[in-house]
């Protein structure tokens, strides 16, 4: 599966952005998705997933501030981020789940796609 990310920018405390991730492919549907966030200095944490029925998780960082939802036959997934803080700030990728794995405090894959930068300032 080929991702492409999109909607990052620059952005104040408090605003809000929508990020997109695009697939190829025709099995979209039937993968678990992730978005994932790489800060500055940091490992690349997990801030949300969505799996193939729509069942949703957050990190606790961005529970209740962000949203993550998909559209099956536009093979998108999305991150709606509201209430933006600086420490949001980072890189932030899409990936399916069997294709990311956890490792000493972060998610690896052999694949990540283009991100998009999201930066929040204060």
């Known amino acids: 599966v080929q991702l492409q990310a999109s909607g990052g920018g620059l952005v104040q405390a408090g605003g809000s952005l929508r990020l997109s991730c695009t697939a190829s492919?025709?099995?979209?549907?039937?993968?678990?998705m992730g978005w994932y966030r790489q800060g500055p200095g940091k490992q690349r944490d997990l801030v949300a997933d969505i799996s193939s029925d729509e069942r949703t998780d957050y990190a606790d960082s961005v529970k209740g501030r962000f949203t993550i939802s998909r559209d099956n036959a536009k093979n998108t997934v999305y991150l709606q981020m509201n209430s933006l803080k600086p420490e949001d700030t980072g890189v932030y990728y899409c990936?399916?789940?069997?294709?990311?794995?956890?490792?000493?405090?972060?998610?690896?894959?052999?694949?990540w796609g283009q991100g998009t930068l999201v930066t929040v300032s204060s």
């Open positions: 492919g025709s099995t979209f549907s039937t993968h678990d």
């Open positions: 990936n399916t789940a069997d294709q990311t794995v956890y490792y000493s405090g972060g998610y690896y894959s052999d694949y």
